[in-house]
Each structure stands twice: as C-alpha cells, then as structure tokens.
C-alpha cells in the first residue's frame, strides 16, 4: 500500500445520520475506504434504528441510543466467521439507518373505476379514494424484503406498490360484502376499516404497520350518477299524480298574485287548463264519494269535468272576441265556486 493510499484511508470513530429528506425510509452510511475502529460509537437517533450487516448477513438492530461498538455490545458479530480479532484492530461492516417515523397523508385512490355486482343496481362502476398512514416496525424484514443494499431508499418507491395492493383489495371487499353501493357510501368510515384490516397483513409483510386507514369518498361515474340522480327524483316524486298536483297546486298563489299578466287568462293556461285536468282529477274522486252523480248526467262524467269543458269553451270565445276578459272571469268565479 502506498502512503497515499494509507493517508485516504480513515477510520470512522462516530456513525450517525441526520435526516435532511422526509421521505428517506432507509440510508446506508458511506463507508468506502474507511474502516470501524474498535469501540467507535453508534448514534441512533429518535424515530431511526440502525442495522449492522457483514458479508451480506445482517448482524445486529439498535433502537435509539447511543453505543460503543465493542465485543459486549455485538454478542451476534462475534460468532460470525473471520471475527476472531474481537475489534482489537478496525473492522469494515456495513451500517444501515431507517427512519421508522410515522408517514401521514399518503393518498390512493382508483385510477379507473372498480367493475363489481351491486344488490340494487346490478353490474356498477364505482371509484373511492381517501388516505392512510404507516410506519417502520421490523428494519431487517424491511431490510431484506424491501430496501436491500440500495444507498438511498425513499417511501416514494415503495408507495406505487402499497397503492396498487389497496385497489386491487377494493375489488374484492366490493364482491365478498355484498353491501349495496348506498349503504356502503353512508358507511365509509365502517367500509374503510374493513378496507384496512384486509390489507393491513401486506404492510407487516413488509415490516411495516398501517397505523390509519381512511376512506374519504365511493361514488359511481358521472354517466351512472346521472342515471341514479333522475331514479332518486322519480322515487321522491312518488305518485306522478300526485306530484303533478303538488305543482299545480303550488303555482295558484303565484297565478293570482299577477292576474293582469299572460296569466290572468283562465287563472293563466298553466292553471286555467292544468287546473281543469290535474287538479280538478284529484278533487273529482272526493267529489264521486260525497255526492253520487245525478241519473241524468252521463256515465263516468263528474262536475269537476263538466266544469273544465265549460271553462274551456269559455276560454275559447274570449279568444274570439265574443266575450270580454271581465265577463270570462266572473264566470269562471261564478263556476270554481260549485267545486268548493
């Protein structure tokens, strides 16, 4: 060895790491050209463990602390083959760090809808997506599952995988629940603690737990909305008769409040002629069942008909300017006044 090479070469009395990246999960400490010197300290930091591996076998994990790495303090390097100095002179070993805080606000989320079997609607695509947290438990599961011998891994390479794992398990728990869509999207927070109890053993197969698991929204595609929307009007709606009524009904007041305007012709066409087919219907069925219609009017007819004919007619000879608006509309009083 020259005395160059002797001057680079160093000996390494502390090893830490200070993070300057949250989204590092595991470093390795650069360790080219340099050796550990026998009783050299070990910093582990709070929310980091470190790992010491030789020769590719992992050696021994620290939590937070500080330590002299000596042969008391590495009962499990001591064994290993080509040990047998017991750290009187430096040694090379490979030395790992892992953040092991928690990761908030991770995000998923179907990219493309989910195709399952709904008990209400049938064959349905539907879309979710919400948040989760987890964090570093096991280093050598992690180190030898996932991080490897890598320099520098971040939870940005590892997130695609989680991701996908959790659509993947949606499908599934869509299937097997049989929850109709409806409940289901009143039940998000049951739903997505379902959601992460099934998946929950992926994370502990890559040392890892899932400390939270949120679903923040299920909903169908725009086109499929639509269609549920209008079926929701048409369930509110009930009894189209009924409903037609109520609007009939309603728009009265509005009517009268303007009897000068396009309005005022028989109560306005929407009431002067609405009101003679959808309101008139409604009260003739009460009409039939407190006074019989008399033997000389023909079968099936009622007043309320009689009266919506008449009204019309009426409404006919204003338009031909054989009567005045004044006289069509005291008649037409004179007419709605056998209703009451």
Avoid at 190 to 214: C, I, M, Q, R, Y
Avoid at 233 to 252: C, F, K, M, P
Avoid at 254 to 270: D, E, F, K
Avoid at 294 to 299: N, Q, S, T, Y
Wanted: proline residues 4%; negative net charge; glycine residues 10%.
């Amino acid at each position: 060895m020259s005395l160059m090479d002797f001057i680079k070469k160093q000996f390494i009395d502390v090893i830490q790491c200070v993070e300057d990246d949250g989204e590092v999960m595991a470093w390795r400490f650069p360790m080219q050209d340099m050796e550990i010197q026998n009783g050299a300290t070990l910093v582990v930091r709070e929310s980091q463990k470190a790992a010491l591996v030789n020769e590719g076998r992992l050696a021994d994990v620290f939590g937070p602390g500080t330590f002299k790495l000596t042969t008391q303090t590495l009962p499990v390097l001591t064994s290993l083959e080509n040990w047998d100095k017991l750290f009187e002179s430096p040694f090379k070993s490979d030395v790992y760090f892992f953040s092991t805080r928690q990761r908030l606000d991770r995000k998923w989320g179907t990219a493309n809808p989910v195709t399952v079997r709904d008990a209400d609607f049938g064959a349905v695509r539907l879309r979710a997506f919400g948040i989760y947290s987890y964090h570093l438990v096991d280093p050598a599961l992690f180190h030898m599952s996932v991080s490897g011998t890598v320099g520098r891994y971040t939870s940005d390479e590892l997130e695609g995988q989680l991701r996908n794992t959790i659509i993947g398990h949606i499908a599934d728990l869509f299937g097997t629940s049989r929850v109709p869509f409806l409940d289901m999207a009143a039940n998000q927070e049951e739903f997505g603690k379902a959601l992460g109890e099934k998946v929950a053993p992926l994370f502990a197969s890559f040392g890892l737990a899932l400390d939270n698991f949120v679903v923040q929204n299920i909903s169908l595609p725009e086109e499929l909305q639509k269609a549920l929307d209008a079926r929701i009007g048409v369930e509110l709606a009930g009894d189209l008769n009924r409903y037609t009524q109520y609007q009939t009904a309603a728009s009265i007041p509005l009517a009268a409040q303007n009897p000068g305007g396009a309005a005022g012709a028989g109560v306005g066409i929407g009431v002067g002629l609405a009101m003679g087919q959808a309101m008139a219907q409604g009260m003739t069925r009460a009409a039939q069942e407190t006074n019989p219609a008399p033997a000389g009017r023909a079968a099936g007819a009622s007043l309320a008909d009689e009266l919506t004919a008449t009204l019309e007619k009426l409404h006919a000879l204003v338009g031909k300017g054989i009567l005045s608006q004044e006289e069509f509309e005291a008649k037409k009083t004179e007419l709605l006044k056998k209703l009451v």
